[in-house]
């Protein structure tokens, strides 16, 4: 895994939280962070007319803001490296452009809100969630860093990992030394097509020694939090896909759900390398 994470700050609480975990994980592991905070113009000056000077005094300020955020994580955490970085423009642009500079293997947001709540969150927070080709690591506001002692990747053995997609899953457990996990919560008879790509998941995580779980519960989430509490998982990671359980979970009738999950950080790991 590259060596650069990219954390990003909107000086939320959740924000301060997700950098300390942040700081937290780069110290136990040996890692750099760029703190980011990106700047867009705010709708209502385009609706009164482009007003240079309101422009301008929000940007001094939220200057000020990342310098001081800056300067508390370094005074909070002296023995890793970080940097600040300030970008102006469309929010998802800019945070690609971003990533691509630093080359960094890993992007930590702070949530706006519980899981339950997601379709409230901030719009560009989701378009990063969602569009973002590096794995991004999601921090409930309520969790503090510690060492990651138990690992589970939930799979839906409906699709083989991609080759960048298994090496992010095995780099992130070897770095850690954690015991893994592989999760299938099943709600029907499993079909033979699923089993034999099932096979040739395991055959590709063999070198990692994972136990291998299969949950049987008609509710995916409901199945999920009872197997990550019986086995005091860490982190959870899931593959988001396109019409896939994780696709559907993000619809609004379903994200209530998720609040079962309020209580443990989850990585994506996307489709697109």
């Not at 508390?72 to 970085?85: F, L, M, N, T």
Request: glycine letters at 4%.
């Amino acid at each position: 895994m590259k060596n650069n994470i990219i954390v990003t700050t909107d000086f939320s609480e959740s924000s301060a939280n997700a950098l300390n975990y942040a700081c937290g994980y780069a110290n136990a592991h040996n890692f750099n962070i760029l703190l980011v905070h990106i700047y867009t113009i705010p709708v209502s000056y385009a609706a009164e007319g482009l007003s240079l000077a309101a422009i301008d005094t929000d940007l001094e300020e939220d200057k000020a803001k990342l310098r001081a955020e800056l300067e508390r994580a370094k005074s909070s955490y002296p023995g890793v490296i970080i940097e600040a970085k300030m970008a102006t423009g469309d929010y998802l642009e800019c945070l690609k452009e971003v990533r691509r500079e630093a080359d960094a293997g890993l992007m930590i947001l702070g949530t706006n809100g519980e899981y339950s709540e997601l379709w409230f969150w901030d719009e560009n927070w989701l378009d990063a969630l969602i569009a973002l080709s590096c794995p991004v690591l999601v921090i409930p506001r309520q969790i503090t860093y510690s060492n990651l002692k138990n690992i589970a990747f939930a799979c839906d053995y409906k699709k083989v990992c991609e080759p960048h997609q298994s090496e992010a899953i095995k780099d992130i457990v070897k770095l850690t030394g954690a015991s893994f996990h592989i999760v299938h919560v099943s709600q029907s008879p499993a079909k033979q097509t699923n089993i034999d790509k099932a096979d040739a998941i395991k055959a590709g995580f063999n070198d990692l020694s994972p136990q291998y779980h299969t949950v049987e519960n008609s509710n995916i989430i409901r199945g999920l939090a009872g197997f990550i509490k019986q086995y005091n998982i860490d982190l959870l990671l899931v593959i988001p896909r396109r019409h896939s359980v994780w696709d559907k979970l993000m619809n609004k009738s379903h994200t209530k759900q998720l609040a079962l999950l309020n209580h443990i950080p989850v990585m994506a790991i996307h489709e697109n390398d």
